[in-house]
């Protein structure tokens, strides 16, 4: 297990920015796939973004590309989740999970460490 603890979320108007950040107190192995997923009031959870710690190859929701761009900071320990362009539909929980087994995954049975997640709104 991963202990994840996601920051960065807040309150934003359309169009603008935030930046989200995950931080890991336990050591991300080479094979470990990071990702962050999203829940909407009254919706499922749904993938964002994932990106491998070694290579750093990246997968995106369809409805996130172009938009949100994932990285990792290796000798940080933290992945972040750059969002731009923001809508009122990007309000959600959002959270940062860790597959810990080989292989790039979008799915979140894949995926086995979770944070506590971090509110992000955005208002119209």
């Known amino acids: 297990q991963v202990q994840l603890v996601e920051s960065g979320g807040g309150l934003v108007q359309a169009g603008g920015s935030l930046r989200l950040s995950c931080a890991a107190s336990t050591r991300i192995f080479s094979w470990y796939t990071m990702g962050w997923f999203r829940q909407a009031p009254g919706k499922e959870r749904e993938f964002v973004a994932a990106?491998?710690?070694?290579?750093?190859?990246?997968t995106y929701a369809d409805s996130m590309k172009g938009r949100f761009t994932i990285s990792k900071d290796n000798r940080k320990n933290t992945v972040s989740l750059q969002m731009n362009s923001l809508k009122p539909e990007d309000t959600a929980i959002y959270y940062c999970a860790a597959r810990t087994y080989n292989g790039m995954s979008s799915l979140q049975a894949d995926f086995g460490s979770w944070g506590q997640g971090t509110q992000v709104t955005v208002s119209s």
């Open positions: 990106i491998a710690w070694t290579g750093g190859r990246t």
